[in-house]
């Protein structure tokens, strides 16, 4: 229908030709011709050229078809047909144009900062378009940063801001075509390190990790180094390296992996890298100290070397001792201490020396050496053995006794490094040995089994020790053995009216071994025979008490030595009176306490007193009071503050040794007293001064028990007892069962037999015989100490030796 039509290259076209007659039957089939007059021919079947027609018979139509037209296809096409033998034609004229076309302009782009980049966006069209930039909508124009070229947009030192999406549009004036292209541009930074600590310290044999940090756009990818090497760590055996986030791990640390290492950041804007310092720590591990011997006062050198790293430190110390010694001079410079290091390959070797000048046998012994750094630290023992001479100075010089022939031995041990060898003297001769003198062992341990059969064996045995270093000697005296001498002095000392003590100056001990006990027969001074008389002994050095007197009495005493040998000769003897009966003697208590200094108990409202049974001068005890009141101390004197405050206690036990006083103030002083009571009066009373402790005053307490353990049992089991009886009175009553009920059923004895009996027993009540009292056991507490007596026979104390 129009004349003239506009195409854009490379678009396709179809232009169609109809006849307009009457009678479209009597048109011939239409044909199409080109610009340059030829007819253009329908497409051969499967084919599809650039021009060709393809004609529709049943409408009278002709199709020209132009799959891309190009600006050499432009030009008049012409449509001829006939009608009636009248030919009938049409014309159209194809004009071409070039579109908006973006020949670079890539919708993704990357720039650099820092550099200047240009944003391409080439694009063609005919006529020739007008180019415009924008940056999120806002229009950008020519200016310090941006320069718009006609294939793109300049951008100067690119920034990070610079990130974002641009716009180019394009123009065709002529043609009112309007096209426009999206670019997104990203800036790429160049990987950029993070600080971190330059050096690393990692440990031999454990996994250990690096890690190293770059900010960049895109995120970088890393590579590891050795600087030494320049190996890549990436491929090497025990390490592995993680490329996205840089981490470096040592699966099995070596010594040899120390040193610098270089970490590599590189994206599409560049690279960058660091230097890693890289401290291996070594376990100390002590390879030398060895066992040293040196002689007495001569110099002693201990030496340990340790290898490590970094340089382990070495100290010693004496095992037995927990200080070390100081680098360098030690006890006034007789001990040095020197250290050094150097370096062994990957690691460092230390060296210590421990140097003792004048060695002495105390420097004898195991010295530790320690390995100390950082990776931990390693010990170990070396023997400095100091040899010396052969002494006997653990040896005593205490004679040898032997009597009637008794065998003996005499023992030599000698100390010394290396071990001494042993020979016997006697009299200053080689002793041989005889059917009375054995010889055993030669060193260090000797000793000589003598049966002194002749008094001739009898002197000075020497025994001599001999080894590289020396020699000594030791005396040992074997003396003939007698019973003690007679008791020097006896003596009274403290006397009650039925117990005596006394001081006993023994005999010289020169002429046998060491007194062992003391023995004593006593007897009334009216009888004369001494067989008859009583016998105790204690062991040497404990106190020399004789109870169970008779008060008012007069007795003989006469003492003895005893030891090994036997008994000595009696002493002269020694007379003493008895008093008369009287009250018990003052109590003491178990703990030596002044009577005037001040205790501070550890209670407020208690405070536990104990004391020692006294003696009861003839009549029993039977009771102790106890008394206490407050006190205040007034210019140095200790005054009852209130007489109304003052209580007393009886305690009816004889056994009775302790006594808890309850009901105390706090903070308060008191005196408390104790006296002992028998049917003849009240001893003198033992008394001390309490203070008790800071608290609250308590009450509620329980009254004091007054009663013995003795007696609470005893209440007990008549209790038991009666609960029995009722038990078995109700059987016999109910069930004609039980204990009673079996009593009944038996033939019982008769009144007159039991009357019998108990006037008997009533008439001649048991008494102990003379023999039966004179060797029954007593056993008496006496200022601590129980002393277990015997009569007509020796007595064994609780330390005796006899």
Known sequence: MQKQQTVAVGKSVVLTCQADAPDPALVSQPQWRDPKGQII??????????????????????LLYISSIT??????????????????????????????????????????????????????????????????????????????????????????????????RAVVIQTGELAERNIKLEVYTAPEMEERETRVVIKEGESASITCKARGKPPPTYSWIKASTRENLGTASRFSVNEIKGLLTFDR??????????????????????????????????????????????????ECKATGRPAP??????????????????????IVVETSNRQTGDQMQSSAILTIISLNRTD????????????????????????????????????????????????????????????????????????????????????????????????????IATNTLGEAEHINQLREAFPPGPVIQAKQETITATSVSFSIVGPPEDMGPPILAYTTQYKENGNYDWNL?????????????????RPMYTYDFRFAAVNQVGVGSWGAPVTVIMPRRSPPEQPKWREAVSSESLIHGKFADKYELQWKVPAHNGEPIDMYEIGYCPVLKVSGEWRVSSESDCVTEELKSYEAINYEVRGLRPDTRYRMQVRAHNILGYSLP???????????????????????????????????????????????????????ATICGKRVKTHKDDEAKLGRDEKEPLKETGDDAIKRNSSVEFDGRRVYATSGGPIIGKNSAV
């Open 41 to 62: 021919n329908e497409a051969a079947a499967g084919t599809r050229p650039e021009i060709y027609t393809e004609p529709m018979p049943a409408k009278q139509l002709q």
């Open 71 to 168: 600006p050499a296809m432009a030009g008049n096409y012409t449509c001829e047909a006939t009608f009636t033998n009248m030919p009938l034609s049409a014309s159209v004229v194809l004009d071409t144009f070039v579109a908006i076309t973006w020949t670079n302009a890539n919708e993704n782009q990357y720039a650099t900062k820092g550099k200047d980049f240009k944003v391409m966006c080439e694009v063609t069209a005919e006529p020739a378009p007008s180019v415009d930039w924008f940056k999120e909508g806002t229009p950008i124009l020519t200016g310090d940063r941006y320069v718009i070229h006609a294939n793109g947009l300049m951008i100067k030192n690119v920034e990070e801001s610079d990130d974002g999406t641009y716009t180019c």
């Open 253 to 302: 640390v070596e010594a040899g992996d120390y040193g610098k290492y270089i970490c590599s950041a590189v994206n599409q804007a560049g690279h960058n890298e660091t230097e890693i310092e890289v401290e291996v720590l070594v376990p100390p591990k002590i390879f030398e100290l060895y066992n040293t011997t040196a002689a007495e006062k001569t110099e002693g050198r201990l």
């Open 313 to 334: 430190r070495l100290s010693f110390r004496k095992l037995s001792n927990s200080d070390r010694f100081l680098n360098g001079p030690n006890d006034d410079g007789r």
């Open 364 to 463: 004898d012994g195991l010295y530790e050496c320690v390995a100390e750094n950082e990776g931990g630290e390693a010990r170990k023992n070396g023997h400095l053995t100091v040899q010396f001479k052969p002494t006997f100075e653990h040896m005593t010089n205490v004679p040898i006794w032997s009597w009637n022939s008794q065998p003996v031995n005499i023992s030599c041990i000698a100390e010394s490094i290396p071990n001494a060898t042993i020979k016997w003297k006697f009299h200053d001769l080689d002793l041989i040995e005889s059917p009375q003198v054995r010889i055993y062992g030669s060193g260090p341990v000797s000793y000589v089994t003598v049966t002194p059969t002749d008094r001739n064996l009898y002197g000075v045995y020497k025994c």
């Open 533 to 549: 008389a009583m016998n105790r002994t204690w062991s040497a050095n404990s106190p020399y008490i004789i109870e169970n007197l």
């Open 686 to 740: 033992a008394q001390l001064y309490v203070q008790t402790a800071l608290g609250v005053e308590r009450s509620g307490f329980a009254p004091p028990q007054l009663l013995s353990s003795g007696a609470i049992i005893g209440i007990a089991l008549a209790g038991v007892l009666i609960c029995l009886l009722i038990v078995d009175l109700l059987l016999f009553c109910f069930r004609r069962q039980g204990v009673i």
